[in-house]
């Protein structure tokens, strides 16, 4: 991982604020500024994905990626998102719930429908079909709504595939927060 002295002026500036607002600079950003043009690319689809308005709350975007990195078995984004989530949610079981099972999860029907299609997209995209867009229409998701569920569950197997060739390892700090 290259220090923050050796990385490009934009990431350290980036790193830096992260770590002013969290205390600490989550791994990834770190293993991911080993190349600055994949570092950029990857952040610019992620805030993207993650930070813009819509049906889908943000807490919603985080069951997302807990749901599908815990069946990619991606430590690394399990433990980092579940936080994301405890702290968005305002839940400090609601991660744990997802990642182990989100069918049993305190979540309300909707959710279970988005996280159902989330895991298709993962693991059965060739078998994605008009019954389950109609599934989320009748859950009152729209089409741009499915396209981001299907676009949050696609970038994050990506993600969970190179936190594990990597051997990323979840920050110390994400095992407490917002519990």
Known sequence: MPTLEEMPADIRERLLAVQEKAGFIPNVFL???????????????????????????????????????????????????????????????????????????DITPRQKAMLDFAMKVAFEAYAVGDDDLATLAEHGFHKEDTWDIAAIAAFFGMSNRMANVTSMRPNDEFYTMGR
Do not use: W
């Open 31 to 105: 293993v991911l500024a080993h190349r600055p043009d994949e570092f950029r690319a990857f952040m610019a689809y992620h805030d993207a994905l993650m930070d813009k308005p819509g049906v889908l709350t943000k807490a919603e975007r985080e069951m997302i990626v807990v749901a599908t990195s815990n069946a990619n078995q991606c430590q690394y984004c399990v433990v980092a998102h579940g936080a994301i989530l405890r702290i968005r949610a305002k839940n400090p079981l609601i991660a744990d719930q997802i990642a182990i099972n989100y069918r049993k999860a």
